[in-house]
């Protein structure tokens, strides 16, 4: 199955900043997810784009898809120190009722 | 309060030996699934199931056994376990498989074998 496949793997910034992170994919999909992770905890929802949209938000999160590049991205506004954690892209695609999810991007928000 | 749960949540155990983790939903879900997570490889998926009594093989199925008798609950079976399945798993639900249905994860079993 397909991976996302996140870049950069780890980011480092100082709190207030922005923080962006992208995912690319093989194949084409129907939906785009974006997960968070808090060390070792179990994953967290943030935001679904579907293969139709360009561009999502949801609070201090602005996700974009363009699929003629298979990629998307993740953009934090203003992060805090509480955005620490790993974050993860997560694609479906038709006729696949599965979720394959790429490595993982490690976010460190310095206070 | 809506949640996944999984049980136990530590498991140290030795090669071979049966073991059982429990997955549990009160959200009514359809689909449920089994990741696991290790370093440097993401989540890759170990089976799912799109309803009671359907499951399906995911990536990495070797090893594993899962039943869904009831639609709350989906069990993952290691008959025989072996070190290389030291992990990290989560269990995940969603209301009817992935298209357009974000997934809800349990906290996750640490299983270390032996």
């Known amino acids: ?12 910034i100082q709190e207030g900043e ?7 994919y093989k194949t084409s999909i129907n939906n785009l997810q974006w997960y968070r992770q808090n060390s070792g905890r ?6 679904l784009i579907r293969s139709n949209e360009r561009e999502k938000h949801s609070g201090r999160l602005r996700v974009t898809l363009d699929t003629s590049k298979k990629s ?3 953009l934090i ?5 509480a955005d620490t954690a790993s974050y993860f892209c997560a694609t479906g695609v038709y006729g696949n009722n599965r979720l394959a999810f790429g490595k993982g991007n490690q976010v460190v928000v310095i206070p | 309060e809506a949640q996944v749960t999984q049980n136990p949540r530590y498991l140290i155990t030795v090669t071979g030996k049966k073991l059982t983790v429990t997955c549990s939903q009160n959200m009514n879900h359809e689909y449920m699934s089994w990741y696991r997570q290790d370093p440097g490889l993401g989540l890759r998926q170990i089976y799912y199931s799109m309803n ?6 995911g990536d ?5 056994k899962v039943s869904r008798k009831e639609k709350r609950n989906f069990p993952l079976i290691l008959e025989s376990p072996s070190p290389n ?10 209301p009817t498989g992935t298209l357009y249905n974000e997934q809800f994860f349990g906290p996750g079993t640490r299983l270390t074998v032996l």
């Open chain 1, 72 to 74: 998307s991205s993740l």
């Open chain 2, 85 to 94: 399945q030291t992990s990290l798993y989560f269990c995940a639900s969603s």
């Open chain 1, 42 to 47: 179990g994953l967290v929802h943030l935001i």
């Open chain 2, 60 to 64: 990495v199925p070797e090893g594993y």
């Open chain 1, 18 to 24: 922005n923080a962006t992170m992208n995912c690319s």
């Open chain 1, 77 to 81: 506004t203003a992060s805090r120190a």
């Open chain 1, 1 to 12: 199955s397909q991976q996302g496949e996140e870049d950069p793997q780890a980011l480092s």
């Open chain 2, 52 to 57: 009671v009594e359907v499951t399906d093989k």
